[in-house]
Every structure is written in C-alpha cells, then in structure tokens.
C-alpha cells in the first residue's frame, strides 16, 4: 500500500516564500511521475507541476518563473518550492504519484 506524507503549508503573506515535501512509502517505483496539484475554493482541481525520473518538468502557465519542483527519488519524495506568492496561489495542494495516488492535502493560504 503506497502512502504519501505533505508537510511544508500555512500561512504566507504576499511575496512570501514555501516549500512543500510529499514523502511517498510502500511499493512504489522511483521511476514514477510525481507532482502537485491544487484546489481553490468553488473550483476544480488542477495542474500545478509534475516532474519525470529524468527531471522533465511540467508547469502550469501560472507558476512558471515562481515555483520550481524537484525529487530525491532515492528517497521517493517530490518537492515544491514557491516564491513570489500570490494571494491567487490560495489553494489546498495535493501530491500526486503516477497512476492515481494521492495525499491528503495541505492548505497554502497567501494573505496579508
């Protein structure tokens, strides 16, 4: 059974500054995509990053240039750091592990 442990939320003001970690146990290959994604308030889920065993990067336009992702695979974990953040960044985000494996959540809130 795979689980997935996020630490890294709260509170930020504008312009601020957050890493999130997503720690993945149990039978999971290093191989795998991992990401994150995220979800405001009255809206669906989305996009945020994903990263390949290689280090591909997939951003959504949104974050480009702001939030860069990264891996250990050594020790399964996916990484999310956030600069320059904005109060539209104001979601719960989520890891994701390829094919559908995800954590709990943890709530970013970007508010002066």
């Known amino acids: 059974q795979v689980q997935l442990v996020e630490s890294g939320g709260g509170l930020v003001q504008p312009g601020g500054s957050l890493r999130l970690s997503c720690a993945a146990s149990g039978s999971i290959a290093s191989r795998n995509v991992m990401g994150w994604y995220r979800q405001a308030p009255g809206k669906e889920r989305g996009l945020v990053a994903l990263?390949?065993?290689?280090?591909?990067?997939n951003y959504a336009d949104s974050v480009k240039g702001r939030f860069t992702i990264s891996r250990d695979n050594a020790k399964n974990t996916v990484y999310l750091q956030m600069n320059g953040l904005k109060p539209e960044d104001t979601a719960v985000y989520y890891c994701?592990?390829?094919?559908?494996?995800w954590g709990q959540g943890t709530q970013v809130t970007v508010s002066s």
């Open positions: 990263t390949g065993s290689g280090g591909a990067t």
């Open positions: 994701y592990i390829y094919p559908n494996y």
